[in-house]
């Protein structure tokens, strides 16, 4: 499959639901936290603040089910409590997801620049 100057092994109806997954600011993010280690569930609430308990379980879920996540129930604990952690497929995406956090960041002010001039002539354009 050619995507722009680059090739790449695959066809797109496979990849593109993969890119949706790993390109979600949710699945990102719980990604990013894992990096650091192993999670309690309470413990990726916290520290994701503005993720709701649902979007965090459908997205450990649908992480989980993708093999990037694992979920180990530790039942030596009373109440039993469930840890999150990386998979090695999973590990595999930190260089790549910070790389991307890094160019963001590095970009941010130029973005947020061109969208305020582009918002401010498509305002003229309507007003026109």
């Given at each position: 499959?050619?995507?722009?100057?680059?090739?790449?092994?695959g066809?797109?109806?496979?990849?593109?639901p993969i890119?949706?997954r790993?390109g979600?600011?949710?699945?990102?993010?719980v990604?990013?936290?894992?990096?650091?280690g192993?999670?309690?569930?309470g413990?990726?609430r916290?520290?994701?603040?503005?993720i709701?308990?649902?979007m965090?379980?459908?997205?450990?879920?649908?992480l989980e089910?993708?093999?990037l996540v694992?979920r180990?129930?530790?039942?030596?604990?009373?109440p039993p409590?469930?840890?999150?952690?990386?998979?090695?497929?999973?590990e595999?995406?930190?260089?790549p997801?910070f790389?991307?956090?890094q160019?963001?960041?590095?970009?941010?002010?130029?973005?947020?620049?061109?969208?305020?001039?582009?918002?401010?002539?498509?305002?003229?354009?309507?007003?026109?």
């Open positions: 499959m050619k995507l722009g100057n680059m090739s790449v092994p066809d797109c109806a496979r990849i593109s890119l949706s790993v979600d600011k949710w699945a990102t993010l990604i990013l936290v894992l990096s650091e192993p999670k309690r569930y413990v990726l916290r520290e994701i603040e503005s709701s308990q649902r965090l379980t459908v997205t450990l879920r649908a089910r993708d093999g694992s180990r129930v530790l039942a030596e604990k009373n409590q469930v840890e999150y952690s990386l998979t090695e497929l999973g595999s995406l930190i260089e997801l790389a991307l956090c160019w963001s960041a590095l970009n941010v002010d130029e973005i947020e620049r061109r969208r305020a001039a582009h918002d401010a002539r498509a305002e003229g354009e309507e007003v026109g």
